[in-house]
């Protein structure tokens, strides 16, 4: 399994609020930044404004995907989902919830 999001990007993605529940984590990336293998928690996302990503797997297959705003997310896979992510477009944020339980 890959470190946490966290680890691996501190200059990228930040704890905003967190209890015994929940933790959201405020990913921002600015254009052209790239953020290396890395895992995320069971829990959503939610793109706060539009982009263009390229998300490659462990596999190094990767894909481009078009982000809107308001894009919701889910993972089941608790620390199974690995991948890194490079944003191709303008300045990107989004809010991941990951929950404790």
Known sequence: MARHILEVSPESAK???ENSTVRIIEITMKK???IRMHSHKKG???SVNAGRIRSTDRAGRSNVISVK???VGWSDVDGME???VQNLGGLLRELCVE???
């Open 82 to 84: 690995t991948h890194a």
């Open 15 to 17: 704890v905003v609020f």
């Open 32 to 34: 052209g930044q790239t």
């Open 69 to 71: 705003r308001g894009d």
């Open 44 to 46: 959503l996302s939610y």
């Open 99 to 101: 929950f404790k339980q």
